[in-house]
């Protein structure tokens, strides 16, 4: 056994290069290929007992270069077929969100302009237009760090805002609201904090 981690040894050593442009030429990617020849690799190397001979080391490990790029190839279907699941699925949300528009508790309509400017200005661009807090962060001049701790707390001030308004029905995501606050009613809202 000894001797056919010797001849793996030796195999690896001398034609690493033969190797790695093996892999490369079949994957089209010099990344992916030294990616996959290190796994094959350390896989040749735990599986060198099953080596019957000497002599086919060489067309051993070759067999498990071929799987390793089958192997790779699924690998990249399914993350494709998962990407595409994925698009499919935020496409879907995406049309449900105008009809959930509706449902959702018309309290935070009247609350939000209660909020302090910098709160405000992020509730708007991220959550009502759609703006990435990245694109928001580059919009302002921001850190993305920084919009996105200033988008934490804006959410946070609108919850407890909504929770000293609405009650229970924010506890519940204010989806059929219950409260029987209209809109733009500022008589019961909290004051918003300098």
């Not at 990407?83 to 499919?88: F, I, R, S």
């Amino acid at each position: 056994m000894a001797t056919h981690d010797a001849a793996l040894t030796n195999l690896l050593v001398t034609r690493h290069r033969e190797l790695l442009g093996f892999l490369e030429r079949r994957l089209g990617d010099r990344g992916r290929a030294e990616d996959v020849l290190q796994a094959a690799i350390v896989k040749g190397l735990e599986r060198s007992g099953s080596i019957r001979d000497t002599d086919s080391v060489a067309a051993w490990f070759y067999r498990l270069l071929r799987n390793a790029v089958v192997d790779e190839f699924r690998h990249r279907d399914a993350e494709r077929r998962a990407l595409a699941g994925a698009a499919q699925q935020a496409a879907v949300q995406a049309d449900l969100v105008p009809e959930l528009e509706g449902e959702v508790c018309r309290c935070v309509d009247g609350l939000i302009p209660s909020l302090k400017g910098d709160y405000r200005q992020v509730l708007q661009a991220v959550d009502m237009e759609g703006l990435t807090p990245a694109r928001f962060a580059e919009r302002e001049g921001l850190s993305p760090a920084n919009a996105r701790v200033r988008l934490h707390r804006a959410r946070r001030e609108l919850r407890r805002l909504l929770e000293l308004t609405c009650g229970t029905c924010a506890e519940h995501g204010c989806l059929d609201c219950s409260c029987g606050q209209p809109a733009g009613n500022g008589g019961n809202r909290p004051a918003a904090k300098p």
